[in-house]
Every structure is written in C-alpha cells, then in structure tokens.
C-alpha cells in the first residue's frame, strides 16, 4: 500500500520496516543529543514577519497556547481592522488571565490623517510598554507593530530599549510585514512567513474565520 | 520625533502629512479596487508548510478564530508530541464546538516501529476523512499530516481525493514541512513558514508556553 521510492522499491516490508526503524533511531539520537545541550530557558522575543498570511494568527495562536499554562497575556492592537471579532470573544473568555488594549483605534488605512495616525501609535505603545515592563505579565503580543515601525511613527529605538529592559522570562511577540533590521538583530525567533498561492488571486473574496 | 528617509529629509511636519495623506488614499483605492473583484465564497484547502515556526500555531489559532465564529471544528492530532497541553486545555473550554481526535498516539520520532505508525497514520486519516465528509463540520484541522504524508505512510492521492469531496464551504488547514507538490496543487491558500532565526542555534532549551 505504501508508495515506494526508487530507493526502496523491490524491499518487502520486513526489510522497509526495518530500514526505517535504524533511520527512526539515528534521528531520535541525534534529537535527543541536541535537545541535551540546550538548558537556558528565558523570556524570548519573537518576531513573525514576511508577506504572508499566519503572522499574527502564529501569534494568537501562542497566546492561547500560553493561556493553557496559565500565563498572564496582554495584547495590544496597533493596526485599526487588523483583528477580527472571532479572535478577540475567545480571548474575552479569559478575563482573568487576557488584558486586551485595542483602542479601538490605532493605525487604519482608512484615515489619512498622519498625524492623527502618529499619536494612536503612540498611545498604543505606551500601552506595550506598560506590559512590557510590568512584572506580572508573562507575555505581551504587539500586533502589527512592525507596520507602525515601518512608517517610522514610532522610532524602533524605542522599542529596543523597552524590550532590553523586559524581565529575563518575559515573552513578547511582534507582528507585521517588513520588520525593520534592527529589532531582527535583537530577536530571539524570527519567522518569515512567504506566500506561495493565495485565492484572493483566483478572486474568492475575504471571509469569516479565515481572513478575519 | 519621526525618523525621516532619504526623500522625506528637510520637509517640515505639515508636508510629511500632506504627502502621507496623498500615498494612503492611493493605497487605500487600490485596495478598494482589489476588494471589489473578489465575490466568491468558499471553503478553503489550506497548507501551512516550510521549516520554520508558527506552522501549527497559525493552524490553531485560525481554529481560535472561527471558535468566535460560532464554527464547529475538528481537530486532528498525527504526530505524537507534536501538541501542547496549553492548546488542547483552551480547545477544551469549548466541548460543544470543537472534536479533538488526538488518539493519544500517533507517528513519532520515540518508537521506531514503521508498522505500528503506518496504522495509527491510517487510524487518524480515517477520523480526519469523517470530519472532512460530515457536514455538521465547518473546518478540519489536520495537523502534522504533511510528515505522514511526506514518509507515505498514506497515499497522497487518497487524501486528494477527499478534499476533493468536501462541502463547497468547508474549511481545511493542513500543517507539517514538506507538503506534497500535489496537495499544493489543490490548496487555495499555501503558506511557507521560513525560520530566519532560532534561539535553539544560541543554546535556549525547548519550553512552555513557546514551544509546547
């Protein structure tokens, strides 16, 4: 039943299961060999970039995640429409452990009022930092921060400075296309999510539980 | 206090803002423009595959996400470890919408037993398949099936074929590196997960909240 590969094609079964279990072996070993000499455990700072979809549901994703383990989580929201309601009623079941700070405005592409724009940014990092500094948060997700770095609303020196001064086991997750270099170089975990094929090409419009 | 690029050097706060103003209404009518073409709905075959982080992640939390939605959503474990007690703890605070079919087993790297994974491979395939044909599900998480896909522990061809049989509006994310040329030929959405940094490289150990 199992497709077979030109290097295994004319093995039985016998010889196929027994080939994988010396292959299983020598990556269990070689796993079991890395994962030995890592033995830090600190607070990272993680950034999901790239033109791609799955940045900032990468990092809702550990937001949940660190819900289970019974974290304390803020998140801020620097980009206007960038969220979705389904994310935010599962993360309001949380009360306890989620402080949400969306403003209920920050950077939009419907404005076009800059200066406007400029002083959300503003506020809503003051609302970052807070978290970010504040001991009892175990993890704060800046989304779309990057967009606001971007347009250089907020210097990224700032932010550097802040995430330098965090608590050693403190996480923070930040989101956006085009990170800027400097806080690449001073992240932990950076991810870039590419797009290979995406249906708005092919003409399927934007819709619940996937796009927002 | 804005940091200024090459072209924007010398102009004073209201120029920066009129130019601002002027770029943000012609991305803003390109956008309008781009929404406007896009009229379907449906459901779609999506791929989170590629060597970096957030693969998984995304897939769950795009599950977070249509939970607010009111969506009801299976979930499909088909690599052994591959989960977090954090996901599945939050998963669990909605019985009502959310099936979880871990199996408690599962392809894994432990038991270098090619026999026994190719059945448990199979076993969960066959609860995945369920959920893909019922029509009371509105998404189908399939996670890690790329890796038992990738060892044809399961023809990909038989997976293909199910997708093919799906509900118009059913929503399908597969996870795991390596996705099958095949299976991104029918996807609709494929995303690749590049890994630019690690803190694994730098000697930081696995850990809650993060990794697991």
Redesign the interface.
Known sequence: ?????DKTIGMS?EE??AR???K??K??AA?DK??A??????G?V?V???K???K???????V??????G?KIGVVQFVKGSW???????LE?FPDQVTISALGEGFT???????RD?QMAKDAWEQAKAMILDDSY??VLCDELNIVLRY??L??SEVIDVLKAKAPMK?VIITGRNAKDEL?EV??????????????R?????????EF
């Open positions: 039943m199992t497709e077979k590969t079964e196929l299961n994988h279990a010396e299983m072996k990556i269990k796993r890395m994962q000499t890592k033995t830090d455990e600190k990272l993680i999901n970039t790239g791609g979809k799955g900032s549901t990468a990092g809702f994703g550990m949940f995640r660190a819900l289970g383990h974290m979705d309601t389904g994310e935010r009623w599962v079941k592409w419907e404005t076009q009022d800059r200066a400029i175990d993890m250089d609303y210097p990224v996480h690449i992240a932990d975990l950076v991810t870039e999510m590419e797009m290979i094929k995406h249906p708005f092919s003409g399927v419009k934007a819709q619940k539980g996937i």
